[in-house]
């Protein structure tokens, strides 16, 4: 079965610009999460879906929107980037179960450097 | 606000040790606790999965634990090898809202 896939694997912005980032999560799997990590703040906690619907949603500015299609790809976006929204950006998907998600599989990332 | 710590953030150790690598959250209100490992540059793999209702899981060299009233948890490892070498980190879903909390994980390093 194939993993968590993503793409682009790296990207580089200027300041000002916007970013769409895709993931295609494991075949049978409904939810999809996305993760921020940087240095300083590690992992945090984007947004999940659930049958194109937003489930859940961290602490983050309007500026970070997500979407579920009904295949159960998924596309991040971030609009007016700044420098630091440089960061590894994670996607990872997981079975619904009773209401409550079970192992999360992680995709490789996406690495975006703002400049 | 639940918190999740690793302690310590990096650790050395000679080829052949046993190990224990630390996570403590400050609330036991959750449903689940994994642990991952991250290769540099990588994504994440999940290791070990332990629900709230569970003590531990075992897996090849690793035993994770759970103690969720002292809010604590523990991944062992046997016989560690230069491939374990790897950041490990460990996350939390907590009960209230169902979002995960991650710790900023133990960099460990085995020395040949």
């Known amino acids: 079965k194939a993993g968590v896939t993503q793409t682009p694997r790296y990207l580089i912005k200027t300041r000002g610009q916007q970013v769409t980032l895709s993931c295609s999560p494991i075949?049978?799997?409904?939810?999809v999460s996305w993760y921020q990590q940087t240095p300083g703040q590690g992992l945090q906690f984007l947004f999940e879906?659930?049958?194109?619907?937003?489930?859940n949603k961290g602490n983050f500015p309007g500026r970070f929107s997500g979407r579920q299609f009904s295949n159960s790809r998924s596309e991040m976006n971030v609009s007016t980037l700044e420098l630091g929204d440089s960061a590894l950006y994670l996607c990872?998907?997981?079975?619904?179960?009773?209401?409550?998600?079970?192992?999360?599989?992680f995709g490789p990332g996406t690495r975006l450097t703002v400049l | 606000k639940q918190e999740v710590t690793q302690i310590p953030a990096a650790l050395s150790v000679p080829e052949g040790e046993n190990l224990v690598l630390n996570c403590s959250f400050t609330d036991s209100a959750i449903y689940n606790l994994q642990w991952f490992r991250q290769d540099p540059g990588k994504g994440l793999t999940s290791l070990l999965l332990i629900q709230s209702s569970q003590r531990e899981q075992t897996s090849g060299r690793l035993n994770a634990s759970l103690d969720k009233s002292s809010g604590r948890s523990t991944l062992y490892i046997a016989a560690s090898q230069p491939g374990d070498s790897a950041t490990y980190l460990c996350a939390v879903r907590e009960n209230r809202d169902d979002k995960i909390i991650f710790g900023k994980g133990t960099r460990l390093h085995i020395l040949p």
């Open positions: 990872a998907s997981s079975l619904l179960l009773a209401g409550v998600t079970d192992t999360q599989y």
């Open positions: 879906y659930f049958s194109e619907t937003q489930r």
């Open positions: 075949s049978g799997h409904r939810s």
